[in-house]
């Protein structure tokens, strides 16, 4: 397999979702782009290998270390935590959720609540959950732009404000805790939200080269007006997702166009894939 694969959409109806990633209805408030999930694989789109699951092709009998999605929020996402690796074995899950969010586009009010306030304690906060109380007024409230960039680690009280259009790269993780939901007709999880709570210092967010790194992957922007070149990785694969802009791939003169969103995988090795157009991706690698 020395050619890039373009992977498939899979489309995920959200209750806060909007009409960015589809239209239809009920809305589609995400598009997973790099998935390697029962039940949710990504499929090659393009070469020898149309059709068949990404999965199938790489002959994946582990866990996929990384999940790659899009997001578009019409309204507010419930306040939620993911457990980090020690709690979700503690509670028998499927694994930790570190993640990151770029911004692609924000409505001019547009927020997200990210970590507890600097005068409020984990204890405090877990009493409030455990409460079932509104949490908001405890966390953080910060208004975002387009191009800023987000790292959330496992532990984290969090949400997604209306009206951001985000890329998210996360562990390959789907376990959510919802500790408020805004009176949405959902199962809420309180014990387990108060259980995963951390208190954690913060990163300033990035706007530009390495977005993200913790011991799971590794986020970087690629950004160009005509071409440039990025090299496989040796000893794993590179993630290349089209975040804005028009590109095309190319390997041993054989071109590829990426549509709006396409994810593509890159396999190890030690080839120079060339990316024309004016676009930025985010590089991915664990």
Known sequence: MNYPLILSHIYKERIWGGNRLASAEPPIGEDWVLSVRDGDNSVAVNGEFAGRTLAEII???????????????KETLSIQVHPDDETAALMGGEGGKSEMWYIID???DSYIYLG???????????????????????LKKISVSAGECYYIPA?????????NYI???????????????????????????????????LPEPTKSGVLAE????????????????????????VSLTLVSGEASISLNGQKHQ?????????????????????????????
């Not at 532990?155 to 009206?163: F, K, R, S």
């Not at 500790?179 to 809420?188: I, K, W």
């Open 59 to 73: 002959n994946c009998t582990g866990k996929f270390p990384l999940l790659i999605k899009f997001i578009d929020s």
């Open 106 to 108: 924000a409505l001019p």
């Open 116 to 138: 507890m306030k600097d005068d409020v304690d984990a204890e405090e906060f877990r009493k409030v959950v455990l409460s079932g109380a509104d949490p908001t007024p405890y």
């Open 155 to 163: 532990g984290t009280p969090h949400a997604i404000g209306g009206g």
């Open 167 to 201: 890329c998210e790269v996360q562990q390959n993780c789907d376990t959510t805790f919802r500790m408020y939901d805004y009176g949405r007709p959902r199962e809420l999880h309180l014990c387990e939200a108060a259980k995963s709570l951390k208190k954690i210092d």
């Open 214 to 237: 913790c011991e799971y992957f590794k986020a970087e922007l690629v950004e160009f007006e005509c071409s440039t070149e990025v090299s496989a990785e040796k000893d794993g694969f």
């Open 258 to 286: 990426l549509g709006d969103r396409d994810s593509v995988y890159i396999q190890a090795g030690e080839e120079k894939y060339l990316l024309e157009g004016n676009a930025k991706l985010i590089k991915t690698t664990v």
